[in-house]
C-alpha cells in the first residue's frame, strides 16, 4: 500500500526539530511539542489541531506549508494527522437533511457547490458514503470550516463533536489531488 509523507516542524518556515509521518498520528505530542510548518512529500491529509482527529480540520496536499496557522486562521497547531488513501473508483455518497438518515436524501456522484441551489436543502445533517474519499463545507462554495469523510455511515454530526454543523457544500478528493 502506498502511503504519503510529510514532514513536521516545530517552528514556522520549516525550523526547529522536524518529524516525518507517513500515515496516521492521532497525538503528535510525542513526538514534537508544537508544530507550526510542514512540507507535505506525498499523499493528502487532514490535518487537526486537537488530538485524536478532533477541532478544527484542514485539508492538505503535495506542497510547502511554512505559516499555515495564518494560512488557515488557526490559533492552535496541528495535533493529529490522517493519511487519505489515493482512490480511482466510482464516487457516491448519499447526503440527508436530517440526522438518523431523515428527511431529504439526494446522492451524490460528483462536486455540489451549493446544496441549497442544487436541491433546496438548507444543510445536511447525516450521510451514507458508499464510494470515495469526500470533504464537506459548512458554507456554499467549498468555504468555511471543512471535514474528511471516507467510505461509511455518519448518523448525528452533532454526537461526533461538531454542534449544530449543516454542510453546504462538498467535493470529492480526486487521485489527481495525489
Same mark, same amino acid.
Given at each position: 500500500?502506498?502511503?504519503? #509523507?510529510?514532514?513536521? /516542524? @516545530?517552528?514556522? !518556515? &520549516?525550523? =526547529?526539530?522536524?518529524?516525518?509521518? +507517513?500515515? *496516521? $498520528?492521532?497525538?503528535?505530542?510525542?513526538?514534537?511539542?508544537?508544530?507550526?510548518?510542514?512540507?507535505?512529500?506525498?499523499?493528502?491529509?487532514?490535518?487537526?489541531?486537537?488530538?485524536?482527529?478532533?477541532?478544527?480540520?484542514?485539508?492538505?496536499?503535495?506542497?510547502?506549508?511554512?505559516?499555515?496557522?495564518?494560512?488557515?486562521?488557526?490559533?492552535?497547531?496541528?495535533?493529529?494527522?490522517?493519511?487519505?488513501?489515493?482512490?480511482?473508483?466510482?464516487? #457516491?455518497?448519499?447526503? /440527508? @437533511?436530517?440526522? !438518523? &438518515?431523515? =428527511?431529504?436524501?439526494?446522492?451524490? +456522484?460528483? *462536486? $455540489?457547490?451549493?446544496?441549497?441551489?442544487?436541491?433546496?436543502?438548507?444543510?445536511?445533517?447525516?450521510?451514507?458514503?458508499?464510494?470515495?474519499?469526500?470533504?464537506?463545507?459548512?458554507?456554499?462554495?467549498?468555504?468555511?470550516?471543512?471535514?474528511?469523510?471516507?467510505?461509511?455511515?455518519?448518523?448525528?454530526?452533532?454526537?461526533?463533536?461538531?454542534?449544530?454543523?449543516?454542510?453546504?457544500?462538498?467535493?470529492?478528493?480526486?487521485?489527481?489531488?495525489?
Amino acid at each position: 500500500m502506498n502511503m504519503g #509523507r510529510v514532514t513536521f /516542524y @516545530e517552528e514556522r !518556515n &520549516f525550523m =526547529g526539530r522536524s518529524w516525518d509521518c +507517513m500515515g *496516521d $498520528c492521532p497525538d503528535m505530542h510525542s513526538y514534537m511539542s508544537r508544530c507550526h510548518s510542514c512540507r507535505v512529500h506525498s499523499g493528502c491529509f487532514m490535518v487537526y489541531d486537537q488530538a485524536n482527529y478532533m477541532g478544527n480540520s484542514y485539508f492538505m496536499r503535495r506542497g510547502e506549508y511554512g505559516d499555515y496557522m495564518n494560512m488557515f486562521g488557526w490559533n492552535n497547531c496541528i495535533r493529529s494527522c490522517r493519511y487519505i488513501p489515493m482512490y480511482r473508483g466510482n464516487y #457516491r455518497m448519499r447526503i /440527508y @437533511e436530517r440526522d !438518523n &438518515f431523515g =428527511g431529504q436524501m439526494h446522492e451524490f +456522484m460528483d *462536486d $455540489c457547490d451549493n446544496c441549497m441551489d442544487r436541491y433546496r436543502m438548507n444543510g445536511c445533517m447525516s450521510c451514507h458514503v458508499m464510494d470515495g474519499h469526500w470533504l464537506m463545507y459548512e458554507q456554499p462554495h467549498y468555504r468555511g470550516r471543512m471535514w474528511y469523510f471516507g467510505p461509511g455511515e455518519y448518523r448525528n454530526f452533532m454526537n461526533m463533536g461538531w454542534g449544530n454543523m449543516r454542510f453546504m457544500s462538498m467535493r470529492r478528493i480526486m487521485d489527481s489531488w495525489y
